[in-house]
């Protein structure tokens, strides 16, 4: 079975400053790791992803995140946050090989607020 | 990127009706994906739309609730039938496979139903 947490309901943080937002797993296999956020109103973009590889993985508009596989986790980080950041943000994982192909967990999702 | 339309954007229902929500892509994919996001709430699966043949569904949802149809591979539909106010969520679409989206889903923009 595969599970991913987002121990953080919302993140508070000064526009200018690093973005944090913290994701946790558990699959049984190798993950496929994935961001996502949600703007007000809207659906799901996606960020990014992991893979295989370099464990430091770029996405859009300007965020990152790192596979730790030690810790079981895949923190999204934006080096300077912006007000238009501020939004819903989900961590989702597959295992890979799977029997449910194309099956994501999500996690309960992180809103970040970022004010001026 | 991808590009995903679903029909209608919203919608107000009253119980005891359905409502069909189209989900349009732009190229042939593999994969069509139907999910749940009740109010700040998270993402839930509802089934998987296999292209000539019978949806997947997850636990907790059955075929009389939500038929889902998929004629070919760019366009499915999801049906809410017989919709109670505890149907009120944003429905979304998402895919994956084919040329355009691999090892990725993407989502629609959703459809916010709101069951009087």
């Known amino acids: 079975a595969q599970s991913v947490a987002q121990p953080e309901d919302q993140v508070n943080v000064a526009e200018g400053n690093p973005l944090t937002v913290k994701c946790t797993y558990s699959v049984s296999g190798n993950p496929y790791l994935f961001w996502y956020v949600q703007y007000p109103n809207r659906g799901l973009q996606f960020l990014l992803k992991y893979i295989t590889g370099d464990n430091l993985v770029k996405g859009s508009y300007g965020f990152e995140a790192e596979f730790n596989k030690s810790q079981t986790s895949f923190h999204l980080k934006k080096p300077s946050a912006l007000v238009s950041d501020s939004a819903l943000y989900f961590c989702?994982?597959?295992?890979?090989?799977?029997?449910?192909?194309?099956?994501?967990?999500f996690g309960a999702g992180t809103q970040v607020v970022v004010t001026p | 990127s991808a590009v995903i339309s679903q029909k209608p954007s919203r919608d107000i229902c009253q119980r005891g009706t359905s409502l069909t929500i189209q989900c349009q892509v732009d190229s042939q994919v593999t994969m069509m994906f139907w999910y749940r996001q009740q109010p700040g709430q998270s993402l839930t699966l509802i089934a998987t739309a296999n292209q000539g043949s019978e949806a997947t569904y997850e636990s907790g949802f059955v075929i009389d609730k939500f038929p889902i149809s998929r004629p070919n591979l760019t366009f499915s539909t999801l049906t809410v039938s017989n919709m109670s106010p505890e149907d009120s969520s944003i429905y979304l679409c998402?895919?994956?496979?084919?040329?355009?989206?691999?090892?990725?889903?993407?989502f629609g923009p959703g459809t916010r139903l709101l069951v009087l």
């Open positions: 998402s895919v994956e496979g084919g040329q355009d989206y691999q090892e990725t889903q993407y």
């Open positions: 989702a994982v597959r295992d890979s090989p799977t029997d449910s192909w194309g099956k994501l967990q």
